[in-house]
């Protein structure tokens, strides 16, 4: 059974191109990249070129980011709800907690995502900090 297991790449794989999928077909922007790595029962997500079109252009304009950061908040509520569903579905593991934000200045946007366990995958240890380094058959 364990072969026919993911590997953590393959998970981390899907996970970054789901991610880029999502972005494009709710925002209609697409990031330039999309990282995720696994960490016993945490997921880190980085995003580069998180920002739309309209909050680059708002940062640009703007002398007070006040107005950028409100949509942006808000972008990030509307996304951060499809994302933990996204995550649970490739990972198939419950997501306990998301912490969610970016940053104006270098377009990035960040999550760090705490999971009820790790997922299973077929080579549990190359999972940094995974405890056991077995799989949860």
């Known amino acids: 059974m364990a072969q026919n297991l993911p590997t953590s790449g393959q998970l981390e794989r899907n996970l970054s191109q789901s991610i880029q999928k999502l972005y494009r077909q709710e925002l209609e922007h697409s990031p330039s990249k999309v990282t995720c790595q696994l960490f016993g029962n945490q997921l880190a997500i980085v995003i580069e070129d998180a920002l739309t ?23 990030n509520e509307a996304i951060e709800s499809k994302l933990k569903t996204l995550i649970e579905e490739i990972l198939a593991v419950d997501v306990h907690d998301i ?3 970016s940053t104006l200045k270098t377009n990035r946007t960040g999550a760090i995502v705490t999971l009820a366990q790790p997922p299973q995958v077929r080579n549990p240890e190359s999972i940094p900090k995974n405890k056991n380094g077995k799989s949860n058959k």
């Open 53 to 75: 079109a309209v909050e680059k252009t708002l940062a640009n304009t703007e002398e007070d980011s006040k107005t950028v950061k409100q949509l942006n908040g808000a972008i």
């Open 99 to 101: 912490l969610f934000d």
